[in-house]
């Protein structure tokens, strides 16, 4: 009796109303932004915005902040928005700090939809990405710890000159599927990818120092790839990254490679130093690499390899060719290593030619070279008209 006169349908209107405007805020759009229901996507757009949203809508996993005013991502920014799946920094010059623990509360993904993203792999990345932001030039420490995330997370920079990367800015993170910063006379700090768990694809560009011990504590980078950069490396740099796959230095100039500067990386497949200009290759540079595959120098100019423990390591094959130095009487060793002086050349210096026709016509000993067997004179012979012949034609083309 009470309870049906209590709860008729006039109070039972009288709740739905109450609750209405409950559920109507929670998912408005913010202030601001414009809310795209197809895309489920929010863009907070112009120099009116200054500061980032609160919340989102329920359901909407994509935030742009675009042309903005925003100059900071203060600490614990996305607390209530923990399934946000992509974030997008594009175009904000007044964009300067990154606070620490600015991501955290990004929650994992739950079981169920992990599985299920699995199937979608390319679909299933969170990502966290910095366009054409001028002012955002240092990464503090512990600005990218805290994100929970069983499943890959991309965070890229383009067109963001960093200078400086702090020491431990990613510590703790975990599950990074790419990190691609493009810095502009970027210094890397003493343990600046310091303990991070799993890193799939680290790329690196416009980087002018790298200190000792950025990797401290950090296992399980799959390929590791600097680019477009100018730095010495330091002995031990790449320590403690064990189980790398690749490790990749391209169109970098690199004064020097200190002795060991490879050491400490253990079982890694690829070691490759691409179209570089190297100064001076210590000895013993790889010597200490454990189980390494292949180590390809490729297409480099070289200053000085006097000495051919520059290149030895134990790497099951070593591929070493196309590659252009200052050629000296130093370089005789090659001459007994596999074909190697035949696919390095010297440098205009000395026309081009191949080291084991620069050699042979410039550092033989005259009297030894009359007591050779038949057979070794005319192949050697063959040989220097072969490189002759390819002198000839790369000058002609
Ligand atoms: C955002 O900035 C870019 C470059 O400054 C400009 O071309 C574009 O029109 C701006 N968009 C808005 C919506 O203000
Ligand atoms: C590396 O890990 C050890 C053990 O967890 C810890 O004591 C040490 O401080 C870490 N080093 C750095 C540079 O974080």
């Known amino acids: 009796m009470h309870f049906d006169t209590f709860f008729g349908w006039p109070q039972i209107l009288l709740i739905f109303i109450l609750l209405v405007p409950f559920n109507a805020l ?36 994509t935030l742009i902040i675009r042309n903005s005013s925003v100059r900071t991502i203060e600490k614990n920014s996305f607390r ?20 620490k623990l600015a991501f955290k509360g990004l ?12 199937l979608l792999e390319s679909l299933t990345f969170r990502l966290i990405k910095f366009s054409s932001c001028p002012g955002l030039t240092e990464l503090q420490k512990n600005a990218f710890s805290g994100i929970q995330n069983q499943m890959g997370l991309k965070i890229i920079f383009e067109k963001t000159p960093i200078h400086r990367i702090d020491g431990h800015t990613f510590r703790n993170a975990q599950n990074i599927r790419e990190l691609t ?22 790329t690196v560009s416009g980087v002018v120092l790298i200190e000792p011990e950025i990797f401290t504590n950090s296992t399980r980078f799959h390929v590791v790839h600097f680019k477009n950069s100018q730095f010495d490396i330091p002995p031990s740099t790449f320590s403690s990254l064990s189980h790398t ?29 691409h179209a570089c200009q190297l100064g001076t290759i210590s ?17 480099n100019t070289i200053g000085d390899l006097d000495t051919s423990e520059s290149i030895m390591s134990k790497a099951l094959k070593t591929r070493m060719e196309e590659n252009t130095m200052e050629c000296n009487c130093g370089m005789k060793w090659m001459t007994s290593v596999e074909e190697m002086s035949d696919v390095n050349f010297c440098s205009t210096t000395a026309s081009f ?22 057979s070794t004179t005319s192949s050697g012979s063959f040989l220097s008209v072969l490189s002759i012949l390819t002198v000839t034609v790369v000058s002609f083309l």
Do not use: W
């Not at 391209?250 to 400490?264: L, R, V």
């Open 353 to 374: 030619r191949s080291i084991r026709s620069f050699i042979k016509a410039k550092c033989m000993d005259p009297f030894r070279k009359r007591n050779h067997s038949p």
């Open 80 to 99: 209530k928005m923990e399934k946000l799946m992509h974030i997008e920094f594009e175009n904000n010059p007044s964009l300067g700090t990154i606070e």
């Open 107 to 118: 929650k994992k993904i739950r079981y169920l939809l992990k599985i299920f993203l699995k």
């Open 245 to 273: 796959s690749h490790l990749l230095l391209e169109h970098t100039k690199i004064p020097s490679i200190a002795p060991d500067a490879f050491s400490g990386l253990t079982t890694i497949q690829v070691i490759e130093i």
């Open 181 to 202: 910063i493009s810095g502009e006379e970027l210094a890397l700090s003493r343990h600046c990818f310091a303990n991070i768990n799993q890193l799939d694809f680290l």
């Open 26 to 61: 929670r998912d408005t759009c913010p202030i601001g932004c414009r809310c795209d229901e197809d895309t489920q996507q929010v863009t907070c757009e112009g120099q009116q915005v200054v500061t980032l949203p609160d919340r989102l809508p329920s359901g909407y996993e």
């Open 283 to 299: 000895a013993r540079a790889f010597s200490n690499v454990e189980n390494l595959g292949e180590l390809k120098i490729l297409r």
